[in-house]
């Protein structure tokens, strides 16, 4: 149980009097009840609201994410409200929620700093219709949208040759061209430093994993000097669209 009380479980529960244990292992923790949600975002109004929700930490917490689960009906089960149809919130994307576990692993930490920013955001959504600090697009598009802050590149490309140097080992990545736009290779840029951080969140395995649920980016044609001789090659039809197919399902937020 020592894990769970450094992690600050007792002050959660002396903080949300109404939320008890359900279940209590070296492994899992399982809260659940009703969650006094009290928010102030700046520049909005104050919230005050309660939600009956089940907390579920797993057994690799902080490294592995929480799941949250509305067991009321107020929040409508659809992506315009990030609730999936098994009544599950998407906090956030993995590698966002990662890096804050990351830094704030207490789960006191996780109430603050997503939890609560969550159903704040959402409801102002029920109340006015509209989400305080603009929505986040759902999907890959939300996603690619995310990292693009989180990794600070310009474009999906470059974000896909992120998760790609950290789904390799450093000296391999080196020698990769580098995200950040500088033309030179990772090893000989600084922004290899940022991505020494990121590899602390995940194995390599699951960058890997994760870059192959994205749909590949369709590569700019190189200028070559044409050969007069070379014969035109047609495209086909089926190839193209076969790249623009396959949503992002497990991830979409
Ligand atoms: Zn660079």
């Known amino acids: 149980m020592s894990k769970w009380y450094e992690l600050k479980l007792q002050n ?4 949300h009097p109404r939320m008890r244990l359900t279940e209590l292992g070296e492994e899992r923790v399982v809260v659940e009840g009703e969650y006094y949600l009290n928010a102030q975002m700046d520049g909005y109004e104050a919230i005050q609201e ?12 902080p490294r592995a994410l929480p799941q949250v689960i509305e067991l009321g009906n107020r929040i409508p089960k659809n992506s315009d409200y990030h609730t999936n149809k098994d009544r599950t919130f998407c906090l ?3 590698i966002r929620l990662k890096s804050i576990l990351l830094e704030h692993p207490s789960i006191l930490d996780f109430i603050k700093k997503i939890l609560d920013p969550f159903l704040y955001a959402v409801s102002y959504k029920l109340r006015y219709d509209f989400y305080p600090f603009g929505d986040l697009a759902h999907g890959e598009k939300g996603l690619i949208d995310d990292y693009q802050r989180i990794f600070k590149v310009a474009d999906k490309a470059s974000v896909l040759q992120v998760l790609r140097a950290l789904g390799k080992r450093k000296r391999v990545a080196n020698k990769l061209p580098c995200p950040c736009g500088c033309g030179q290779r990772i090893g000989k840029c600084d922004y290899r430093f940022n991505l020494q951080g990121w590899r602390r969140l995940e194995r390599r395995r ?3 994993e994760h870059l192959s649920e994205f749909t590949p980016v369709k590569k700019e044609k190189k200028k070559k000097p044409k050969k007069q ?7 086909s039809p089926n190839s193209r669209m076969a790249q623009g ?3 992002l399902e497990a991830s979409s937020f």
């Open 92 to 94: 956030g994307s993995e």
């Open 229 to 235: 001789t070379d014969s035109k090659k047609k495209i």
């Open 206 to 208: 699951w960058f890997r």
């Open 50 to 61: 309660t939600y009956k929700l089940r907390i579920i930490f797993p057994p690799h917490y």
């Open 12 to 15: 959660f529960l002396s903080l």
């Open 245 to 247: 197919q396959g949503a």
